[in-house]
């Protein structure tokens, strides 16, 4: 009995992991999946144009250098702190998938995507050159 607890306590922490590490970067425009670092410019013409623009600031950090991993493969690589931070502009952009897709909130920092998060049901947009047409003031 103690050794099915066990199992079952195991499976339910690997899952759980599993399920925290998915929901960072999860989303498909196109063809393609959006991946961290990518440009702003890249996806906005990879997922459209983004309802909703904020420019939220600057964040601090730091500077990583990559550097030959060792003098014998010149192939791998490694992060190494540069010495310094850097100052990076924040904005967040809101996409509007429409009424049956979920909407997002894609973050960037220094225009390197940083993160996204779901933000509820999308929206139908509405016709605006409809609406201007009916509330036009006839003489």
Same mark, same amino acid.
Request: one cysteine or more; charged letters at 20%.
């Given at each position: 009995?103690?050794?099915?607890?066990?199992?079952?306590?195991?499976?339910?922490?690997?899952?759980?992991?599993?399920?925290?590490?998915?929901?960072?970067?999860?989303?498909?425009?196109?063809?393609?999946?959006?991946?961290?670092?990518?440009?702003?410019?890249? *996806?906005?013409?990879?997922?459209? &144009?983004?309802?909703? !623009? =904020? @420019? #939220?600031?600057?964040?601090?950090? /730091?500077?990583?250098?990559?550097?030959?991993?060792?003098?014998?493969?010149?192939?791998?690589?490694?992060? *190494?702190?540069?010495?310094?931070? &850097?100052?990076?502009? !924040? =904005? @967040? #952009?809101?996409?509007?998938?429409? /009424?049956?897709?979920?909407?997002?909130?894609?973050?960037?920092?220094?225009?390197?995507?940083?993160?996204? *998060?779901?933000?509820?049901?999308?929206?139908?947009?509405?016709? =605006?050159? #409809?609406?201007?047409?009916?509330?036009?003031?006839?003489?």
């Amino acid at each position: 009995m103690t050794r099915i607890v066990k199992n079952a306590a195991a499976i339910a922490i690997i899952a759980s992991t599993l399920l925290a590490s998915a929901d960072a970067l999860a989303l498909r425009c196109g063809s393609r999946l959006l991946k961290e670092g990518m440009y702003e410019t890249e *996806v906005i013409v990879l997922c459209g &144009q983004p309802v909703v !623009v =904020r @420019e #939220l600031g600057y964040v601090l950090r /730091p500077y990583i250098v990559k550097v030959p991993a060792s003098d014998m493969n010149s192939l791998a690589t490694r992060r *190494v702190y540069g010495g310094f931070h &850097q100052e990076l502009a !924040v =904005r @967040e #952009l809101l996409f509007n998938f429409g /009424p049956h897709k979920l909407m997002r909130v894609i973050r960037f920092e220094g225009g390197r995507l940083a993160s996204i *998060v779901t933000a509820g049901y999308g929206y139908r947009k509405k016709n =605006r050159s #409809l609406a201007t047409k009916s509330h036009q003031y006839q003489p």
